[in-house]
């Protein structure tokens, strides 16, 4: 087998250290992170202006969604060329620049790759537009023709994700398939140049040096074979808990199987992550099997309440699902999808992932700081979305006109409030955007953004910022945190939860109330003030405390 002479992944390559396995990966989402050039759209600059604020933060990797060359229909998941940055976000030059500075800092790079769909405007897409019915072109994506006298009708009952039907029409009457928005067209995975394709575009980013991919939509690829009605019109309810058949279909598999295949050909223990939403945590454990992906992202973890009963359930039942395939269990809080987990939590329970109410801001950052403490306690992976590590809310109020999420002008009254955890980071307490850029930003910043940005939160004790340095910190030193596939669940009174591994002890107050229990140890870390007294403690309402035994 071949070793690719790639720009050396870091830290060094030839040293075998698993370093996936209980990394904290900071997800960027480029447009809102840092913007260079001062045009109101965060880049790549921007973000490698910002390397030292990571490392520092102490996370050990970085994943950036999307930056390639795109119209933007669904925010850079809509690729128009693989192999190319979106001039927005700066250039192949500036990517290079970027990887080679992370990599000195000892921050590994992930970047996102979207293998469901391409944008309309994909070269491909665009010939198979030109060329008509018949094209060979045409293969490559999932055209039909309609169903109805005249074909008016589209091929099958499926809905898009973002709602409306999951099938446009061309002007020469025939109907293609895409899953999320029109300007998204599905590859059609059973053409083997689409596969030809994909391993060239790993390569690509893998020669360029980057340390792993974050797998978009990696339950979608594989088609149910003659693409059956599913003969319901409430589908973006079974959206995740049922197997439909356009998600988490068998044949997924084999293209994981060759992706892991190319990746073994490269130094460094370079990475997939896989996006995909399955009905359980079984389901998903199958993406990360030995010779398939890395990691997949835990979004059980991500729907379960701040409830104690449930965190268990959960937690037990990730880990149980890894274990037997010896994939790291992985969990996460907030990404660029779902309401930021302090507006979740500040909104009663049950209302889902995507809220329009701002809450109990208090009640929810309360909350948000706990559950952060918990889930970096547990053994695996843990990813972490920009600002959240700032306690930053959901912003809730944002007016319709500027909203830009395709899903929220799609779906008419449904789900689609994405912008408001895509609001631009404050960095500085004052000055045009809060330190995001020199110009504007691309979606309004709320008023008061600044008292919650990096300058403001810097350097006080109290702040959420200090709180997430400290419990890096500590991760690092600590043994047995973020390692391994199990804990020792403790006796604890209802709605709390109590765990060990090795020398460390993780208590966590889901209630609203202070719980008593005896001390287990000598406090390393709490989101709250926590007093002792008697061998005895009292664990305010919402509230997390690292021991060390
Ligand atoms: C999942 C991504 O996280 C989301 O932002 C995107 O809209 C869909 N996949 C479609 O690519």
Redesign the pocket.
Same mark, same amino acid.
């Given at each position: 087998m071949t070793q690719h002479l790639a720009a050396p992944a870091a830290p060094a390559s030839g040293t075998h250290t698993d370093w996936w396995r209980g990394a904290v990966i900071y997800q960027v989402y480029p447009r809102s992170f840092a913007d260079g050039n001062g045009d109101g759209m965060g880049d790549l600059d921007g973000v490698r202006a910002r390397l030292p604020y990571l490392r520092d933060l102490g996370v050990d990797a970085v994943w950036l969604?999307p930056f390639y060359s795109s119209p933007q229909a669904?925010?850079g998941? &809509?690729v128009a060329d693989y192999r190319a940055i979106d001039p927005m976000f700066g250039s192949l030059l500036d990517a290079d620049a970027l990887l080679r500075d992370a990599h000195d800092l000892g921050l590994r790079v992930i970047v996102?790759l979207?293998p469901?769909?391409s944008s309309d405007q994909h070269d491909w897409f665009q010939r198979a537009l030109r060329e008509g019915p018949g094209s060979p072109l045409r293969e490559r994506y999932h055209f039909r023709t309609g169903k109805g006298e005249h074909g008016e009708l589209p091929p099958n009952d499926w809905e898009s994700?973002?709602g409306g039907p999951a099938w446009t029409r061309t002007p020469d009457g025939e109907w293609y398939l895409h899953?999320?928005?029109p300007a998204?067209p599905d590859f059609n995975w059973e053409h083997p140049a689409v596969h030809d394709e994909f391993r060239s575009i790993l390569r690509f980013w893998l020669d360029m040096g980057v340390d792993g991919f974050r797998v &978009?939509?990696a339950h979608g690829l594989v088609k149910a074979e003659g693409l059956p009605d599913i003969g319901r019109s409430d589908q973006l309810k079974l959206l995740g808990n049922d197997v439909m058949p356009f998600f988490d279909q068998d044949g997924v598999h084999e293209i994981y199987r060759s992706w892991r295949k190319v990746l073994t050909e490269y130094a460094g223990e370079r990475i997939l992550v896989a996006?995909a939403w399955t009905p359980t945590v079984e389901r998903a454990a199958a993406y990360v099997r030995q010779d398939e992906m890395h990691q997949a992202f835990n979004f059980q973890y991500l729907g379960t309440h701040w409830d104690a009963a449930e965190l268990r359930e959960v937690i037990d039942a990730s880990l149980a699902a890894m274990r037997p395939v010896g994939a790291p269990a992985t969990w996460v809080l907030s990404?660029?999808?779902v309401t930021r987990h302090a507006t979740r939590f500040a909104n009663p329970p049950g209302l889902g992932t995507q809220l329009r109410t701002a809450g109990d801001r208090a009640l929810g950052l309360r909350r948000a700081r706990a559950a952060t403490l918990l889930m970096l306690a547990l053994p695996g992976s843990a990813y972490v979305y920009q600002g959240e590590e700032l306690g930053l809310p959901d912003v809730t109020e944002l007016p319709d006109e500027v909203r830009q999420?395709?899903?929220f002008v799609r779906a008419s009254g449904q789900d689609g409030f994405?912008d408001g955890c895509r609001v631009p980071i404050p960095w500085t307490t004052e000055g045009s955007s809060y330190g995001f850029g020199a110009g504007g930003s691309w979606l309004p910043q709320p008023t008061g953004w600044g008292e919650l940005s990096v300058q403001a939160q810097t350097g006080d004790p109290a702040s959420t910022l200090e709180l997430y340095r400290s419990a890096l910190a500590v991760r690092r030193e600590q043994p047995g945190l973020g390692a391994g596939d199990s804990l020792e669940w403790l006796e604890a009174p209802e709605g709390v939860l109590a765990f060990r591994r090795e020398s460390f002890v993780c208590t966590a107050n889901t209630t609203g109330a202070a719980v008593r229990i005896a001390v287990p140890g000598r406090i390393l870390l709490s989101n709250a003030e926590v007093e002792t007294a008697d061998g005895k403690v009292e664990l305010p309402a919402d509230t997390t405390v690292w021991w060390a035994v």
């Open positions: 969604s669904d925010a998941y &809509d996102d979207v469901n769909h994700v973002f899953l999320f928005a998204q &978009d939509v996006e990404n660029h999808d999420d395709p899903s994405r």
